[in-house]
């Protein structure tokens, strides 16, 4: 019996923590839009930059690295990139990325 509890509390466990994830995860059709107004100036429309020293996402350079790190990156920006934390939704900006995810 207690082994079944177990099992159970571990099932729901992943059940909510998939289910989280999933509606996390951003819409790439609505992230072109945003990516087109607001990145491609400097990353290019495919992701081919038009600026030296901006990354290639076409390449994958800049996106191999976790959801999580990106988004803060965003958020904040570095160097000539500026920062999207107010200017963008938390949504708007998990769109964005996702449409980055499809340029590679």
Sequence with gaps: MDCRVGFYRIF???LVLFTVGAAQ???PQRGRQIYIDHCAGCHGRTGSPTMAAV???SRGEGVMKSDHELLAFIKRGQGVM???DGLLTEMEIRDTLAFI???F
Excluded: K, Q
Aim: net charge neutral.
């Design 25 to 27: 995860a951003g819409d």
């Design 82 to 84: 500026p920062g999207y």
């Design 101 to 103: 995810r499809t340029l």
């Design 12 to 14: 729901v466990l992943f």
């Design 55 to 57: 990354p290639a996402f």
